[in-house]
């Protein structure tokens, strides 16, 4: 069976108190095959579930041909690009922790690839069709209630927790939100790489963090003008180590599965790009979730909501 889950992400725009929780070798959550579960402050990670991972060393995404009318499409191109790159571009040290395992020296076995934009802008996996890692950005209305800035939905298998697909998007309405693309970032402003390097986190199959852990990039709250987001902290690294260890055993396949498609529903395959390599190196992951239903009986969707 595959599913689809929402994760929500940079849900709060107000700074919260820092309640006590139980302390771990690590901040780190990581997504789950758990349909309901939602995070506590005893319970920050699910424990019971398959943890979500891609099964090659890279990851091929498309941005959305429109992009927005507050960031140009080759702008955005290269924001997207730097996100991705900043979480493979950090080693994996046996001095981030214990949890670090297999990850003595090295980079991440995970890196991600622009296959070139794409005209489709639904968030959609299409079985026996092609399809498009996409990042979309939403200049008109945002359908996602409770969800403040960006959304990455992820599509996985139920057995294993294989990634088959992950779709990010990113609330642009410039009569909602301002999102700043150079520095200084404007008062009032959302910095956009900030946004992307945490939605990214979760693609690579990371949840949000614990909830004492507010240094991180994969912290869920986010006010204007910060830009602490930009780079991963140790904490980011040591979850994206984690799951992709410099020693695992995989090939890069960029390709999305089915092709890569260039039409919504699967339909006019990009001759752009039908890109395999063997070899690469850096990565990482997804969100976090809660629902409604997507892609009939194969997959769910959840959304993760504001406090």
């Not at 709060?12 to 402050?41: D, K, S």
């Not at 008109?140 to 992820?154: C, M």
């Not at 009569?175 to 404007?186: G, M, N, S």
């Not at 994206?240 to 599965?257: E, F, G």
């Amino acid at each position: 069976m595959i599913r689809s889950w929402h994760s929500s992400s940079l849900l709060g725009l107000v700074a919260v108190g820092v309640l006590a929780w139980a302390p771990r070798a690590a901040a780190f959550c990581r997504t789950t095959t758990t349909e309901n579960f939602v995070p506590t402050i005893t319970k920050p990670c699910d424990d019971a579930g398959q943890p979500l991972s891609w099964a090659t060393r890279c990851v091929g995404y498309s941005v959305q041909r429109s992009a927005s009318s507050q960031v140009g499409l080759e702008r955005a191109r290269q924001i997207v690009a730097e996100a991705f790159a900043e979480w493979s571009a950090h080693d994996c040290l046996a001095t981030l922790g214990p949890t670090c395992s297999g990850a003595a020296s090295g980079k991440p076995s995970m890196t991600a690839q622009d296959l070139g934009p794409v005209d489709c802008d639904a968030v959609e996996y299409v079985q026996g069709g092609s399809n498009a890692n996409l990042v979309v950005f939403r200049d008109g209305d945002w359908p996602h209630d409770g969800v403040a800035l960006a959304l990455t939905t992820v599509t996985f298998k139920l057995d294993g927790g294989e990634i088959y697909d992950a779709d990010v998007e990113v609330q642009s309405n410039p009569a909602e939100v301002k999102l700043a693309i150079d520095d200084p970032v404007p008062a009032g402003a959302y910095d956009l790489r900030s946004i992307l390097v945490h939605e990214f986190g979760h693609v690579f199959g990371l949840a949000h963090t614990q909830p004492a852990n507010t240094t991180a990039t994969m912290f869920e709250r986010y006010r204007t003008g910060q830009t602490f987001m930009r780079d991963v902290s140790a904490d980011d690294v040591c979850g994206l180590c984690n799951v992709y260890p410099p020693t695992r055993k995989a090939t890069c396949a960029p390709t999305p599965r089915g092709g890569l498609g260039n039409e919504c529903g699967g339909g006019e395959k990009d001759k752009g790009c039908g890109c395999s390599t063997p070899g690469a190196g850096a990565g990482g992951a997804a969100s976090l979730l809660l629902g409604a239903g997507l892609l009939a009986a194969f997959a769910r969707r959840r959304r993760d909501r504001a406090r």
